[in-house]
């Protein structure tokens, strides 16, 4: 039997440190300041949705000082490779100040059984999970490049999962983490932000998925894409994502609506707040 490339657990980082104090993305513009009490609570709410959903959930401990270390989704990508063993590749942040979250989750990786491969040289970027995005069900993983990763970290991607890498320019700074675009919802269907592509990018989507659902701009902009699929097939979403919500209840899927909004400010949401396990 071939290994089945559907997650089975996530490993997530506690809001402890969380703040917004620079602009990595244009989501950062500080108008409003992150309340941490509010934002812990939307984090266990979110960790509670997850585990509802059948996915096991695992921790690691956030470091003083490491303010977006609650983007488990960021500093790795985790996966299988062909035979089925658990493999990683760590990532090269592009920012110094979230660097030191790339050894922290390296260890936790380790533990639970993952070989993790290091081999990103220094010189190029390369942001896990965040610009790497496996379709459900198939060992085919979707790479977004242009902002914050290289496409130079695809041949490490390709040799350590022993994957098909579908490499995809992010063409819009708004997006810019392949998962603020794409959502894939299951084997056959993904949530889309057009306007995050180019048309070589688009063409690759729509020969792989049966089924692409357009995310209208706005809700884009709140981060509708970085929703994420549990363990049952639920979809966790923003709670500000009513069309798209709408859209995929009307398509009979279950949806698992949750408030975002502290971390949304630092331009993070439902699916980068996990790192995906198999
Ligand atoms: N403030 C974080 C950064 O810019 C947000 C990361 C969100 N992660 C994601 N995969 N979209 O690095």
Not at 1 to 9: H, N, Q, S
Not at 26 to 38: A, G, K
Not at 214 to 235: P, W
Not at 242 to 261: E, F, P
Request: hydrophobic fraction near 40%.
């Amino acid at each position: 039997m071939p290994p089945k490339y559907t997650p089975t657990g996530i490993l997530v980082c506690p809001p402890t440190y969380f703040d917004v104090v620079d602009r990595k993305n244009p989501f950062m513009t500080m108008e409003s300041l992150v309340d941490r009490e509010v934002a812990k609570q939307q984090w266990l709410s979110l960790r509670q949705t997850f585990e509802a959903t059948g996915l096991q959930v695992h921790e690691y401990a956030p470091l003083p000082g490491a303010e977006d270390m609650v983007f488990s989704a960021n500093p790795a990508l985790a996966g299988l490779n062909r035979s089925g063993d658990r493999a990683a590749v760590a990532s090269r942040m592009r920012f110094p100040s979230r660097q030191v979250e790339v050894p922290a989750i390296v260890g936790r990786l380790t533990e639970l059984g993952y070989t993790v491969d290091t081999s990103i040289p220094p010189s190029v970027c390369f942001e896990g999970g965040g610009d790497a995005v496996w379709h459900p069900g198939r060992h085919v993983l979707y790479a977004g490049y242009g902002w914050r990763s290289d496409a130079a970290s695809h041949p490490v991607l390709a040799r350590v999962f022993e994957a098909e890498i579908v490499p995809l320019r992010l063409a819009d700074e708004r997006f810019y983490h392949l998962d603020t675009a794409l959502c894939a919802v299951d084997s056959d269907t993904a949530l889309i932000v057009a306007e995050a592509f180019d048309q070589s990018g688009l063409g690759e989507l729509q020969n792989r998925f049966k089924r692409l659902l357009r995310i209208e701009l706005d809700e884009a902009l709140s981060m509708a894409a970085n929703a994420a699929t549990g363990a049952d097939g639920s979809i966790v979403i923003d709670c500000a994502a009513q069309k798209t919500i709408a859209m995929l209840k009307s398509l009979g899927y279950i949806v698992r609506a949750v408030d975002t909004g502290e971390f949304r400010k630092s331009g993070g949401s439902v699916y980068c707040m996990k790192q995906y396990l198999y």
